[in-house]
């Protein structure tokens, strides 16, 4: 008996320490956070193309369609018919016409005159005709962040009405299309791309990083699942591929640099309290694992080993983003839009910080990503904070006139776009950590629950 109770204890103390502490906002946090929601998601409302749902992948400068962009998007309408920004019949009747593109669009092995192919899309679109623009690969992890945001469309519309009952039709069709077992190139991974012009890419989705989703999506499908295997495999790859388990920053955990490959999963799956196997055999799940990813990538910018401009306890963040300029100044290195993070395999760092890698952690650390947000508001104005929210990105080192980049000025360089890959984690993981909302709408998602059952997640929401 005594041996049954300490068993008990001892899984009641583990299972606590993987629950992301409560955070109590306040009223002035709320205010805050009520007009970053608002602003941020109109991002999304005011730039999609109304008549095919496409939504850009930056903005104000003109550009083509991000089909990840979309997927946030979708989720987004459903935040605002919540929140209050637009009624449920304005979200329905977009979200519809979205549907119906992808479920429409053309999809053949051609190179030129389609949308996708086997039920993928392109990771790029042209915003007015939909068709694959330049040669961009067809995307994995791209339909999937697509696939994250229609089947929230799917659960969220659930009234026996015609517009909401197309909806749901339209996302099992286009869902169900998707043929994961032919991207599996090398299996049991999935490919993270192809090309009509020369097959599959090189790389897999292996080792941690964002592709959790893509797999839970592929053994969840209906139609055309991956092995039960593919997990297994999956989460072996973390040891021997180059994000593993280490300590960075004095925080134990699956590194993996920049913080979106810790967020964007997260979006719409709530992992707070499920374990695969291998979490089991660690002690916490992923949740707790991208709280530590983010104290972590906070404190390496702490530490400031390169003595950047401004960082410190409440200036901080990276992850991927737009940046100054391809260039060396100075005896410094400076990027355009590149993967920036702080891991134990590796630091990409060049003084540029992203609100989005605060923002998209909200709901694992309010505690430290909260007070970062609001500082670099308040210190920065206009030139970081504007119609749409946080502007991408702003390097306060870069203040180099013989170097010329679009956003420079004499007190550093500051982003003139907004990126719709990172206005959504931005919006929809705020909404998280008020809440819920996401998470627990997808966890109604039979899709969503089927996949993490298959991968062997347990517990938690899951029983």
Known sequence: MKTLLFLFLTLSITYAQTKTPVYRFTAADNRFLDSLEHDTFRYFWETANPDNGLIPDRAPTPSFSSIAAVGF??????VGVE??????????????????????APQSEKATGVSGYKGFFYHFLDMKTGERFKQVELSTIDTALLLGGILSAQTYFDKNTPVEIEIRKLADQIYGRVDWTWFQHRR???SMGWHPEKGFISADWKGYNEGMLLYILALGSPTHAVGPDTWSAWTTSYEWAAPRWATFQSQAHVNFDPLFGHQYSHIWVDFRGIQDSYMKSKGIDYAENSRR???????YCLSNPAKWQDYGPTIWGLTACDGPKDTTVANRHFFSYRARGAASQQVIDDGTIAPTAAGGSLAFAPEICLPALKTMKASYGSKLYGKYGFRDAFNPTYHYPSAFANGSTKNGWFDIDYLGIDQGP???MVENARTNFVWNLMKRNPHIRRGLQRAGFTGGWLK
């Open 73 to 78: 998007g979708l989720t987004s309408y459903l």
């Open 83 to 104: 929140r209050g920004y637009i009624t449920r019949t304005q979200a329905a009747d977009r979200t519809l016409k979205t549907l119906r593109f992808f479920a429409n």
């Open 188 to 190: 049991p991974f999935v």
């Open 293 to 299: 990813a983010t104290y972590a990538n906070r404190g």
């Open 426 to 428: 931005i919006l929809l």
